[in-house]
T-cell receptor, first 117, second 116 residues
Framework: DTGVSQNPRHKITKRGQNVTFRCDPI?????LYWYRQTLGQGPEFLTY????????KSRLLSDRFSAERPKGSFSTLEIQRTEQGDSAMYLC???????????????FGAGTRLSVL | AQKVTQAQTEISVVEKEDVTLDCVYE???????LFWYKQPPSGELVFLIR??????QNEISGRYSWNFQKSTSSFNFTITASQVVDSAVYFC?????????????FGKGTTLSVSS
């Protein structure tokens, strides 16, 4: 059983460029989450999908950010016109949501570390 | 509002010492879940334990044990006979039933350094 896979692991870009990250969840997991983690902080929720539907976005997710999960499998997170403040680790997690949702264990990938110069 | 506080930023111990990582949470929900995750230098968050708000029994798994006390809103994590491989950042997290999406709310983490 493979875990959550994220690509690339590292991304260095210049301010103003667009970047896209990919997340492959654990197969059969119907929920997929994106979090952002800055140095010395815990992960912060950005958005989540139930199958292919994006059901919630955090206030942290500005209009320069867009996420998709076509066909309810892998997901992409795109950041347009990157800013230095976007530099962070972007973590993806997946879970198999059934019954009471809060109890579902989220399994995380190793993240994509973004550096905006 | 929901909040998780890990007051200890960094802890350093010598191998074989016992160490306790503190976690205090705030929630208005009666049904909630608490989690601990480990983040080694590789970056991947590794799930350690989940506890629901109705089960205050302490749990032991090998060298790890967890003490959940609703009266003090705490969910502390103890590592017995620490090892160098335990060096990592440890996060406590909260999930609430009524919160849409049940996103995890994380504390800032405690960095544990175990030296030989």
């Amino acid at each position: 059983d493979t875990g959550v896979s994220q690509n690339p692991r590292h991304k260095i870009t210049k301010r103003g460029q667009n970047v896209t990250f990919r997340c492959d969840p654990i197969s059969e997991h119907n929920r997929l989450y994106w979090y952002r983690q800055t140095l010395g902080q815990g992960p912060e929720f950005l958005t989540y999908f139930q199958n292919e539907a994006q059901l919630e976005k955090s206030r942290l997710l500005s209009d320069r950010f867009s996420a998709e999960r076509p066909k309810g499998s892998f997901s992409t997170l795109e950041i347009q016109r990157t800013e230095q403040g976007d530099s962070a680790m972007y973590l993806c997690a997946s879970s198999l949501a059934r019954g009471g949702l809060a109890k579902n264990i989220q399994y995380f990938g190793a993240g994509t570390r973004l550096s905006v110069l | 509002a929901q909040k998780v506080t890990q007051a200890q930023t960094e802890i350093s111990v010598v191998e074989k010492e016992d160490v306790t990582l503190d976690c205090v949470y705030e929630t208005r929900d009666t049904t909630y879940y608490l989690f601990w995750y480990k983040q080694p230098p590789s970056g991947e968050l590794v799930f350690l334990i989940r506890r629901n708000s109705f089960d205050e029994q302490n749990e032991i798994s090998g060298r790890y044990s967890w003490n959940f006390q609703k009266s003090t809103s705490s969910f502390n994590f103890t590592i017995t006979a620490s090892q160098v491989v335990d060096s990592a950042v440890y996060f406590c997290a909260l999930s609430e039933e009524r919160q849409a999406g049940t996103a995890l709310i994380f504390g800032k983490g405690t960095t544990l350094s175990v030296s030989s």
